[in-house]
C-alpha cells in the first residue's frame, strides 16, 4: 500500500472519529440544556409561588423585611 493511501486512510479516519465525537458532545449538550432549562423552571414557578403566598398576607413591612433576613422570602 503507498504511503500516499496509507496517510489517506488515517486522515479519513480522524475525519470519521472527529463527527461521531461532535454529534456525540452535541446529543449530550441538548439532553443536558432541556433538563437544567425545566429544573430551573421549576425552581423559578416554586419560588414565585412562595412570593404570591407571602405578599397576599396581610404582612407588615417589618415581618416582611424579617423573612428577607431569616432567607424566607
Do not use: C, H
Request: aromatic residues 6%.
Amino acid at each position: 500500500m503507498p504511503s500516499w493511501a496509507v496517510l489517506a486512510a488515517i486522515v479519513v479516519a480522524g475525519a470519521v472519529v472527529y463527527l461521531l465525537r461532535r454529534r456525540l458532545f452535541d446529543m449530550i449538550a441538548s439532553g443536558g440544556g432541556a433538563a437544567e432549562r425545566a429544573k430551573r423552571a421549576e425552581a423559578d414557578r416554586a419560588t414565585l409561588q412562595k412570593q404570591t403566598e407571602i405578599l397576599l398576607q396581610d404582612r407588615t413591612i417589618e415581618d416582611t423585611a424579617r423573612d428577607m433576613e431569616n432567607g424566607q422570602f
